[in-house]
């Protein structure tokens, strides 16, 4: 389905929810392990680098070893260990 058909499904009743668990039941727990995964990691990254953090930008999905920005706002690229160049994530908000 396009988002359009999405769309006005939606203004149909039905749910996003309801619709993705209609074309495929299992996309739910396979959602839910990756979600842990990326928990579990970062548990893990932390026994060595406790303020270590996930950071979206322009789509890219980051994993730093401390905060994206200083106490003074700046960028902190420098603290980027990882970058995950086949996953992109929307980093904005509702």
Not at 21 to 48: C, G, Q, T, W, Y
Not at 52 to 61: C, E, K, L, P, V
């Amino acid at each position: 389905m396009t988002e359009e058909e999405v769309l006005e499904a939606i203004k149909c009743g039905k749910s996003a929810y309801g619709l993705l668990m209609d074309a495929d039941p299992k996309l739910k727990r396979r959602f839910n392990r990756i979600s842990a995964s990326i928990v579990k990691l970062l548990d893990d990254v932390h026994e060595h680098f406790s303020d270590a953090s996930y950071f979206t930008a322009s789509g890219g999905f980051h994993l730093l070893l401390g905060n994206s920005h200083s106490h003074e706002g700046h960028a902190q690229r420098s603290l980027e260990a990882l970058s995950g160049d086949q996953v992109r994530i929307g980093d904005g908000d509702y």
